[in-house]
């Protein structure tokens, strides 16, 4: 097992079976409450007499202490992720489809597997590549994680014909507020390795709910915001030159000059060393239409 992502609001891993084409194994028992998919290959999962296949276009899921066994009908083993997190985000998550989900110290889910659509399938392939490549980037880890199981519950019970109940919504001031001070943590300190987790407390709210009310009421999500914000920051500092770029992006809490050329080049078409004489007298709006947000 490899662990990719490790926090007290998520842990993201990846796991890979060689085991031989075989039937079942030795009975085993499930550390936590998670959601597995298959990158590649195939097994299946046995729990009493029912039987869970798990492959590519399918999320599998798995309750704390629940007891299962594995047989493998493929020689090559699999490849798969592994998405664990504490109860009171399950909770929240499965709620609005399930109410008696509260009532369940144990087995939160009830559903045993759900569809991995194409909006979910690609944007979980490019979370692994961006963990592995910024592995500094805590708050865009966890804010996509967050939005991709929303969506993978969502889609479990849909495909059971369950939708959402229909619950009132917090008032538009509270939303507003808890956007406004998210906004106001970032800016005072645009540079910190923010994580939702830690926003989320700031702001007396859960990370799911944050995630949603900011990206509701701001129109991006909360990484997206920061990213604009790092990189508003960053033209005054280039202009000025009084200290050099790996400074400027360090100071700016990107993880590498690299990595803040590359954003800076898709946000304003040039790289930040061609931000020199030639280009000061270049009106402000040409240069923040292409912002990220």
């Not at 842990?11 to 031989?20: E, G, H, M, T």
């Not at 392939?125 to 996509?144: F, G, M, S």
């Not at 000025?240 to 400074?247: I, K, N, P, Q, Y």
């Amino acid at each position: 097992m490899e662990h990719l992502y490790s926090a007290p609001l998520l842990r993201i891993s990846d796991v890979a079976c060689r085991a031989p084409e075989s039937e079942c194994g030795a009975e085993e028992q499930a550390s936590s409450t998670h959601v597995l998919l298959t990158r590649s290959g195939v097994f299946v999962k046995h729990v009493g007499r029912q039987q869970t296949v798990a492959e590519p276009s399918q999320a599998l899921f798995f309750n704390a202490g629940e007891s299962f066994r594995v047989s493998h009908p493929a020689r090559h083993g699999d490849d798969c992720t592994v998405v664990s997190a504490p109860n009171d985000l399950w909770l929240e998550l499965i709620a609005p489809y399930d109410s008696s989900v509260r009532d369940r110290e144990r087995s939160l889910f009830t559903l045993r597997r759900g569809p991995l659509r194409p909006e979910v399938l690609l944007p979980y392939h490019r979370l692994r590549h961006t963990i592995r490549r910024e592995p500094q980037a805590a708050l865009e880890v966890e804010e996509t994680t967050l939005r991709l199981l929303g969506r993978m519950i969502r889609d479990a019970y849909a495909a059971h014909g369950v939708t959402p109940a229909r619950r009132p919504g917090a008032p538009r001031r509270a939303r507003r507020d808890i956007a406004e001070a998210t906004r106001l943590r970032l800016a005072r300190a645009p540079e910190h390795h923010h994580s939702l987790a830690e926003l989320a407390r700031a702001a007396e709210t859960s990370p799911f709910h944050l995630a949603h009310v900011f990206r509701r009421e701001v129109g991006v999500p909360i990484h997206r915001y920061l990213l604009s914000l790092r990189l508003a920051l960053a033209l005054d500092r280039l202009l000025d030159r009084s200290v050099g770029l790996s400074a400027i992006a360090y100071s700016l809490g990107f993880s590498s000059h690299s990595h803040f050329t590359t954003l800076f080049r898709r946000a304003f078409g040039l790289s930040p060393s061609e931000l020199g004489p030639a280009h000061r007298g270049a009106p402000a709006v040409t240069l923040r239409k292409n912002l990220p947000a």
